[in-house]
């Protein structure tokens, strides 16, 4: 069966799905996007998924392509065209196809595309079973990182910068030396005390969706989040470092360059907000 997309106000096979080459999303990353998670046929976290592609839109001064009545239907349209049960769901908005011209478009219609493909949680829970590499890199983003734009070359290089190292994810270090935030993962530590960190959301980082589920599940166990920035060298001498995401849930870091975590294994922080995590989904 061949993938269906939405481009543009049709559903067509992902082979003849294209957009314009002078959408703004191709010329100048002037986009914002989505990953929605779909676990046993439902989109989890759907509402503050809406909710942050709305405010992305709207600190770009971009135009919703339609309301989030139709934009949920469009999305469950490409599930159900797709057959899909367990699968990510892609969402990208774009000022849309105009002249090319560095300023905003007098009149362009928003280009909006949405694709979904299978995806198979069970290697993430597996992956966690012995944890992954990481891999330091500098953060050479730019000062809105809460915004969930297309714009993601030093995400890219990063990533692939950390890939060559042997590692899975890089962990961005900003110029004082302190962890902002992965590639496309927010960073999370246990101190040797006990305490659960994570990076403020007032400091230059993407708002993570399961970041949000990961610390309501967290204080309900009451275990507390303190929202602070922590340090490279903090980092490698917690007792668990773990990130989180929507394609890896919470997922321990047992190593980040090349210096063991903790034991070097998962510890029971990270492992039981896991479990909880694809629990939540499960019953989601
Ligand atoms: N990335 N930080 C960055 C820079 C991200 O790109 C992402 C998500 C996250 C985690 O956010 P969430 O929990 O809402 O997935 C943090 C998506 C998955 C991606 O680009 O593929």
């Known amino acids: 069966m061949s ?14 799905a294209a957009v314009h080459i002078e959408d703004r999303g191709y010329q100048f990353a002037d986009g914002v996007y989505e990953v929605v998670a779909i676990r046993h046929g439902r989109l989890i976290d759907l509402e503050p998924h809406l909710d942050r592609l709305w405010r992305s839109m709207a600190e770009l ?27 990510l769901l892609y969402v990208q908005v774009t000022r849309g196809v105009a002249k090319r011209d560095h300023g905003f478009p ?19 829970a597996a992956r966690a079973k012995t944890g992954i590499k990481a891999v330091s890199q500098p953060d050479i983003r730019w000062g809105r990182c809460d915004i969930k734009s297309t714009s993601l070359l030093p995400n890219v290089l990063a990533k692939q910068a ?10 961005l270090v900003d ?14 530590m246990v101190t040797k005390d006990g305490r659960l960190v994570t990076r403020s959301l007032e400091d230059n980082i993407l708002p993570g969706i399961t970041r949000a589920a990961v610390r309501e599940i967290a204080e309900g ?14 980092a490698y001498g917690a007792a668990e470092l773990f990130l989180t995401s929507t ?20 510890g029971p922080v990270a492992t039981r907000l896991m479990a909880a995590y694809m629990d939540f989904m499960d019953r989601a």
């Open 221 to 234: 166990f009451q275990m507390p989040v303190e929202d602070r920035a922590f340090s490279l060298d903090e």
């Open 3 to 16: 993938r269906i997309a939405y481009v543009n106000g049709a559903y067509l096979p992902l082979q003849y």
């Open 247 to 266: 394609t890896s849930g919470a997922m321990p870091v047992v190593m980040l360059d090349g210096k063991k975590i903790g034991d070097g294994t998962p």
């Open 175 to 188: 110029a004082d030396g302190k962890v902002t935030e992965g590639s496309s993962t927010n960073i999370w």
């Open 106 to 124: 007098a009149a362009a219609l928003p280009g909006f595309v949405v694709t979904c493909r299978r995806f198979d949680f069970g290697t993430v």
């Open 61 to 87: 001064h971009m135009a919703a392509p339609m309301d989030r009545g139709a934009m949920k239907v469009v999305y469950r349209e490409v599930m159900r065209r797709n057959r899909v049960k367990d699968a």
């Open 162 to 171: 950390a890939k060559d190292a042997g590692g899975f994810e890089a962990v």
